[in-house]
Nanobody, 123 residues
């Protein structure tokens, strides 16, 4: 089993930056791909970013590509999401998740989820 805890959310002005962190427990962390998803009020959960087990392959949603960067530090059991040039439409609860199998952009491909951290971007 994997346990995930997100942190780093908060309130920022449009154009600002936040760094989200996901701390994982479980001995299999370093061999698992990870993803970030988000869910805005009244909307379905959507894919944000993906990173493979060693950090060499990343994928991003079109809406965040060029602004967000996903990274991982397996020695620290941590996955990060650096968010720059934030927009009001980035407001959502952000979740990290541990990939199991299946396409990277589908939430059902992920086996374990954190509790989420709120990101609010004001304009």
């Amino acid at each position: 089993q994997v346990q995930l805890v997100e942190s780093g959310g908060g309130l920022v002005q449009a154009g600002g930056s936040l760094r989200l962190s996901c701390l994982a427990s479980g001995r299999t962390f370093s061999s698992r791909a990870m993803g970030w998803f988000r869910q805005a009020p009244g909307k379905e959960r959507e894919f944000v970013a993906y990173i493979d087990w060693n950090g060499r392959i990343t994928y991003y949603a079109d809406s965040v590509r060029g602004r967000f960067t996903i990274s991982r530090d397996n020695a620290k059991n941590m996955v990060n999401l650096q968010m720059n040039s934030l927009k009001a439409e980035d407001t959502a609860v952000y979740y990290c998740a541990s990939h199991n199998s299946g396409v990277y952009y589908r939430g059902s491909s992920y086996a374990y989820w954190g509790q989420g951290t709120q990101v609010t971007v004001s304009s």
